[in-house]
């Protein structure tokens, strides 16, 4: 099972805030998709990308795949306290098996 | 929309029963899965499904059992509870069609499992 390590663990931060999550393997992924789960529901699907170097955004949200396809970004701009939740990646390795490995996750608080 | 609905949003079972976690999905979607969801410890598959009556044992299968008599839907069967399978149970489905294969997985809303 391929290991997606996801930092930081825990952040907490202020309204209008800056940040980025980062998402690291050692193995190559044809596909890196991100979610986030809010408290008490399930995972809800933001973004899958597929292509080394790829850039992706989502209203706030910048979402990168890295050029050797082993690590992904997501950096949100301006964080409100809508975007708490965690934040999961998952990867589909090249060659391997078709279910996708999860990383544990950032747990991202924004306070008003 | 991709709809996915799991029978309970919360279930409170004693040691030893037998339990069923049911998920539906409407999406026509040939692939399904079972995770359990711990603090620290993400997200762990344990069973999933390519096709009806097919299952696959996922990372932590052990206490467990599936059903998938249906496309559209897919059991959890917890066949004596214990405590420590007190989790958050997320049931998931994604697509699978000819050579193309979705990693995309579209998640139920979770049952919250407490096992006393």
């Known amino acids: 099972t391929q290991l997606l390590e996801q930092s930081p663990q825990f952040l907490s931060i202020q309204e209008g805030e800056n940040l980025t999550v980062y998402c690291n393997s050692s193995?190559?992924?044809?596909?890196l998709q991100w979610y986030r789960q809010e408290p008490g529901e399930g995972p809800v699907l933001l973004v899958t990308?597929?292509?080394?170097?790829e850039v992706k955004k989502l209203k706030r949200l910048t979402f990168q795949f890295g050029d050797a396809r082993k690590d992904s970004s997501l950096h949100i701009t301006a964080a409100q306290p809508g975007d708490t939740g965690l934040y999961l990646c998952a990867g589909a390795s090249t060659g391997g098996s078709y279910i996708p490995t999860f990383g544990r996750g950032t747990s991202l608080i924004v306070h008003p | 929309d991709v709809k996915v609905t799991q029978s309970s949003r919360y279930l409170v079972k004693r040691t030893g029963e037998k339990v069923f976690l049911e998920c539906v999905q409407d999406m026509d979607h040939e692939n399904m899965f079972w995770y359990r969801q711990d603090p620290g410890l993400g997200l762990r598959l344990i069973y999933f499904?390519?096709?009806?009556?097919?299952?696959e044992k996922g990372d932590i299968p052990e206490g467990y059992s599936v059903s998938r008599e249906k496309k559209e839907r897919f059991s959890l069967i917890l066949e004596s509870a214990s405590t420590n399978q007190t989790s958050m149970y997320l049931c998931a489905s994604s697509e699978h069609t000819g050579t193309s294969f979705s990693y995309e997985q579209y998640f139920g809303p979770g049952t919250r499992l407490t096992v006393t």
């Open positions: 499904s390519y096709d009806v009556k097919m299952k």
């Open positions: 990308v597929v292509t080394g170097g």
């Open positions: 193995s190559v992924f044809s596909s």
